[in-house]
């Protein structure tokens, strides 16, 4: 699969995070700050806090701008604590 979409949000007011408004350009100054790991950036922005339904992106690009392209698992990762914060939603 050829993933065309990291051209045209790095660096963009694209917001990534709904619930609480974080930017690509939110991610990336964190990211130059020094935020290295899912953890950090979810402490210091408050993404995949909320609804979850940005956890993918968000990982994909804080993976993107530190190491490269995002690998299977963290993709998967992303997705599953996407669908599971959706479906826990969806039940309460
Ligand atoms: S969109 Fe990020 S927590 Fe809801």
Request: charge should be positive; proline fraction near 1%.
């Amino acid at each position: 699969m050829i993933d065309n979409r990291s051209h045209y949000y790095f660096n963009s007011d694209m917001i990534i995070c709904v619930c609480k408004r974080v930017s690509c350009r939110d991610l990336n100054a964190a990211i130059d700050k020094g935020v290295r790991s899912w953890a950090e950036l979810r402490s210091e922005l408050g993404v995949a806090t909320t609804c979850g339904r940005c956890a993918c992106e968000a990982r994909r690009h804080l993976r993107e701008r530190t190491q490269g392209s995002a690998s299977p698992a963290e993709t998967m990762a992303g997705q599953l604590i996407s669908a599971a914060i959706g479906a826990v939603r969806e039940c309460a």
